[in-house]
């Protein structure tokens, strides 16, 4: 039977995790994140840092897990080992329902907007648009992971280029074009507080701009030299991004000012624009349908893996883990993945259920950190690299995880409950996966005991 090739390097691993974690979101969260900050400038850098180490510390926490368990699906084999197959299916089942598959339907069908935003495209060339980018990605990573890793190299690079050409550009502009704002505000005066909860409310969202980074365990069964691929990986990838995202945010700000920067939804078109003109506008949707490449490739590479391991615990199609003799790939989890995620792009219901089903995601975040816990008991020995700061790293991030969680449970209630009950239906799924496999060991058993 064919296996998995282990075929990533090092560096694919980073600019893997970087690829992951740049989407859309810097290019409209900041202005937001500022306005949440109450027009401080220095404040609303802080929590773009804050949420950098907070994510930091999952990355150093998941380096050593990645270690421990250097198997395709990461972050499921993780749950499974630690608190059980049915907390880890449930992961999967909402990664295969909504997680993933609804990112990459929200990302396909972008992807064909932005297009008018270069030229016009009519909305029946938009979806030919979302499913072509679909299709092309899932057939370059069938090809083999070789040649998913060249593309996700090729993209994340051409973004991190963008973002610091992004910030050249405007920080060169603004000081040629001799544009007089008010005074930057910097921090709060020591007797107001009433930043305080703005401050959490941009931390949330700064923590969600900063999520990708943990798909990158689910390729562990193909990295060559898990044990120092994996902590370099996580550790200079967050670094990268804290630096890179700072840079951006001064870069927004020297652009528009405060007063204007402050609640953008559209922030970087809107700073290009009135620094360089409409025109160069256009030049941000090219570089968000960069982004939204790059991150549509990472999600098909890494999120096919887990569809591969459940399959191989019987808790899915057993054909769901089958490896391509030639390319070894897994064919059958690389299509079901993308043709659910074009089914939800079609139907256009996708994004209601990923609005519902995606924070529980960071439930499976902190329990995954919290699995270290698991593993340094039962075998407390060195794995080669060794989480510094063990066990507050660990405990720290699932803070900030089950934050974010209280945080969607106060705002949005309704929501919250309903990711649940949706998360629930996986029970009855789970049963009967379970019970299937448990009349296959017997079937098996009992030719072998007739044989």
Do not use: C
């Not at 396909?108 to 008018?116: I, M, N, R, T, W």
């Amino acid at each position: 039977m064919s296996t998995l090739e282990r075929a990533l390097r090092h560096g694919d691993l980073l600019l893997l995790v970087v690829g992951l974690v740049i989407g859309s979101g810097i290019f409209l969260v900041p202005g937001v994140v500022l306005q949440q900050a109450k027009g401080y400038v220095g404040l609303a850098l802080a929590i773009w840092v804050v949420g950098g180490l907070l994510s930091l510390l999952g990355a150093l926490t998941y380096g050593e897990l990645s270690i421990r368990r250097p198997q395709a699906g990461g972050l499921y084999v993780y749950l499974r080992e630690a608190f059980g197959p049915l907390v880890a299916f449930l992961y999967g089942w909402a990664l295969l329902l909504a997680i993933a598959s609804g990112a990459l339907a929200t990302l396909a069908v972008a992807f064909g907007e932005y297009l008018d935003h270069l030229f016009p495209v009519s909305l029946a060339g938009q979806k030919v648009a979302a499913i072509g980018l679909i299709a092309w990605v899932t057939a370059v990573n069938i090809r083999g992971v070789r040649y998913g890793a060249w593309v996700q190299n090729g993209t994340t690079i051409l973004k991190i280029g963008a973002l610091l050409a992004l910030s050249a550009l405007l920080l060169i502009g603004s000081e040629l074009s001799g544009l007089h704002r008010e005074p930057v505000r910097w921090w709060p005066d020591s007797r107001d507080m009433t930043w305080l909860g703005g401050a959490g409310l941009g931390l949330i969202g700064v923590l969600w701009a900063y999520e990708g980074w943990q798909y990158g365990t689910f390729s562990a069964g193909e990295v060559r030299n898990p044990q120092r691929a994996f902590p370099l990986a996580f550790s200079l990838g967050l670094v990268i991004l804290i630096v890179l995202y700072g840079l951006v945010n001064m870069a927004y700000v020297a652009a528009l000012g405060v007063e204007r920067m402050a609640g953008s939804v559209s922030v970087a078109a809107e700073a290009v624009s009135h620094v360089w003109g409409p025109e160069a506008g256009r030049w941000v949707a090219l570089a968000i349908l960069l982004s939204i490449l790059g991150a549509a490739n990472g999600l098909v590479l890494t999120a096919s893996r887990v569809y591969y391991a459940m399959a191989r615990d019987g808790l899915l199609f057993s054909w769901l883990g089958g490896v391509h003799a030639r390319y070894r790939t897994p064919v059958p989890a690389l299509l079901f993945g993308s043709g659910w995620a074009i089914l939800l792009a079609l139907a256009g219901t996708f994004e209601e259920l990923l609005t519902y089903v995606v924070f529980s995601g960071w439930i499976f975040y902190g329990l995954g950190a919290m699995s270290l816990l698991h593993y340094r008991r039962r075998d407390p020995g060195s794995a080669g690299y060794q989480t510094p700061g063990y066990p507050w790293t660990p405990l720290v991030f699932a803070l900030a995880a089950l934050t974010i969680v209280g945080n969607t449970f106060v705002v949005r209630p309704l929501q919250a409950g309903m990711g649940l009950l949706i998360m629930a239906t996986g029970v009855p799924v789970y049963a009967f996966w379970r019970r299937r496999a448990a009349r296959r060991a017997e079937d098996l058993a009992e030719d072998g005991a007739r044989r």
